[in-house]
């Protein structure tokens, strides 16, 4: 194994390490701690965690070891195994990143714009029928894996596991349809999600800083009632009643002339200050947001992964498929820790 070579495999392996410690993580962050208290986002994550260490676990791991070993020792049997699961997983995480984007942005709009009225989303029953249809597309899609592949031979110390149609057409009408229909068609989706995430969240922007107060009289407040000296507080006299009781507590209680309220101590009372936002929606803007970049990242990665397939399907090449491969690993280990960073579960608060 060369410099170069080397290079390549400690970056995968370091890759592999740093997914795998961030989809665990956010496997266990996002576990129930009741069966009772199961929520939504948190069947989403769990989905979107396994089907990223699938790609962890059975695809970047014993492809960083046949890049340390130089060439393919598992045999064809596994080589099938691997194909299946590469596409598999990640056909099942584009798909959950899309419901994780359409779920958060119906939140947004429902905490911001409804007053938290309940979302359809929302809803168990419908995220689990929606997850077994992803999975089935993506079995489904996998399937060919199993029967077209071989382990080929490209020098005499180096073998590689790769995908063999019947013939060229075949090829390319199976990535044509399987990169439109699990491919462009959630990534279209996840882009509308996350465009429609921006325009709310600027609109709710601009919509607080239209009702919110003016800035000059905030400023000039603490000085106009520090220069006011307000009315001197009253002497105590004893009157024989106690102080608890009789005309003196009953004169506390009474509206000062002029309709102004004041406090016990002659003061005139602070007027309320305006409704602030509460935590739910702030927890909910975090997390649309962290949305909104795990769609950028989402977007970088898989379109260079969609065109280097398209490339690769008018004509192979081993490069072609290696940096591919990159491309969908270095998203599997990025965007747990983006949603780990959204729903402030990204540290662990130790308590004894």
């Not at 429902?110 to 007053?115: E, P």
């Amino acid at each position: 194994m060369d410099a170069e070579e080397l290079v390549e495999s400690i970056v995968r392996g370091l890759m592999f390490l740093a997914g795998v410690l961030g989809n665990n993580w956010l496997a266990v962050r996002s576990f129930p701690t009741q069966r009772s208290s199961v929520r939504t986002n948190e069947v989403l994550f769990l989905n979107l965690a396994l089907s990223n260490l699938i790609t962890n676990y059975l695809v970047d791991l014993p492809d960083t070891v046949a890049d340390f070993a130089g060439r393919w020792f598992l045999g064809e049997t596994y080589c099938g195994i691997f194909r299946f699961c590469a596409d598999l997983s990640e056909t099942s995480s584009i798909f959950t990143t899309l419901f994780i984007s359409v779920f958060w942005h119906q939140k947004l709009v429902g905490s911001l714009k409804r007053g938290g009225s309940p979302v359809q989303m929302d809803s168990l029953c419908l995220v689990a029928c929606l997850l077994a249809g992803s999975w089935t597309v993506a079995v489904v899609f996998s399937i060919p894996h199993f029967f077209f592949v071989k382990v080929e031979a490209s020098n005499e110390s180096s073998e590689d596991c790769i995908d063999v149609f019947p013939n060229k057409v075949a090829k390319q009408t199976y990535e044509i349809i399987y990169l439109t229909l699990a491919n462009a068609v959630p990534v279209a989706g996840i882009v509308f999600a996350s465009v429609q995430i921006v325009i709310t969240l600027l609109r709710n922007h601009r919509r607080i800083r239209s009702h919110g107060p003016d800035p000059t009289k905030i400023s000039n407040e603490p000085k106009d009632r520090s220069s006011d000296p307000g009315p001197a507080p009253p002497s105590q006299v004893y009157t024989g009643v106690p102080p608890s009781g009789g005309a003196v507590a009953q004169s506390s209680r009474e509206p000062q002339p002029g309709g102004t309220d004041r406090t016990p101590e002659g003061g005139p009372r602070p007027s309320q200050a305006p409704a602030k936002p509460t935590m739910a929606s702030s927890s909910q803007v975090r997390a649309a947001k962290s949305v909104v970049g795990v769609a950028s990242v989402f977007l970088v990665c898989w379109l260079t992964h969609l065109l280097l397939r398209i490339t690769n399907s008018v004509h192979t090449s081993s490069l072609v498929v290696e940096v591919a491969s990159y491309i969908a690993a270095s998203y599997t280990c990025i965007i747990p820790y983006i949603f780990l960073h959204g729903v402030k579960k990204l540290h662990c608060s130790c308590k004894r």
